[in-house]
């Protein structure tokens, strides 16, 4: 009786793990990104794009306001908020300020293939390294990726961390 005590949190701490969001942009370098070819599947062409996070920052553009409800929407349930928080650590990379650190297109692709981001772009590998934790891929389409930047956008204004 004392053994499942002991593993039902464990179990619970795996699955929210896995079927949370994680990734995003935090604690890594601001450098450049590659442009290595992957032949994962998710991807369309199945290659990122080159300088994925060069160029200027997300928050640098304007915040469609049209978009952060239903971003704020997926962002809560897809999980993401099991995963992250805004001016806090939960279990993977604080989000506040993430619009300041990275390309809107960088965090598209975060959002939409994590699994090739993990294994081809050098921040996402830094920060799978640093978290111990592979952001799940959610099925987003690319409008509601771009929907959830918009949030991700609009909570770093909120907080002072936008333009």
């Given at each position: ?25 935090n604690a890594a370098p601001s450098g450049g990104s590659s442009g290595d070819a992957s032949s ?59 619009t300041k650190r990275r390309t809107a297109q960088w965090m598209e692709n975060q959002i939409l ?51």
């Amino acid at each position: 009786m004392r053994r499942a005590w002991v593993l039902a949190p464990l179990a619970l701490w795996t699955a929210m793990s896995v079927a949370g969001c994680g990734g995003g942009g935090n604690a890594a370098p601001s450098g450049g990104s590659s442009g290595d070819a992957s032949s994962a599947s998710g991807s369309a062409a199945g290659v990122l794009p080159a300088g994925l996070d060069q160029g200027p920052r997300a928050g640098a553009s304007a915040i469609d306001a049209s978009q952060i409800e239903p971003g704020e929407h997926l962002f809560q349930t897809k999980g993401c908020s099991a995963c992250h928080g805004f001016g806090k650590r939960v279990s993977c990379p604080d989000l506040l300020g993430v619009t300041k650190r990275r390309t809107a297109q960088w965090m598209e692709n975060q959002i939409l293939h994590p699994e090739i981001m993990t294994k081809h772009d050098p921040i996402s590998h830094q920060l799978f390294a640093q978290y111990s934790l592979q952001m799940p891929n959610q099925g987003l389409t690319p409008e509601q990726a771009h929907q959830v930047i918009e949030f991700l956008k609009h909570k770093d204004h909120e907080a002072g961390e936008g333009h």
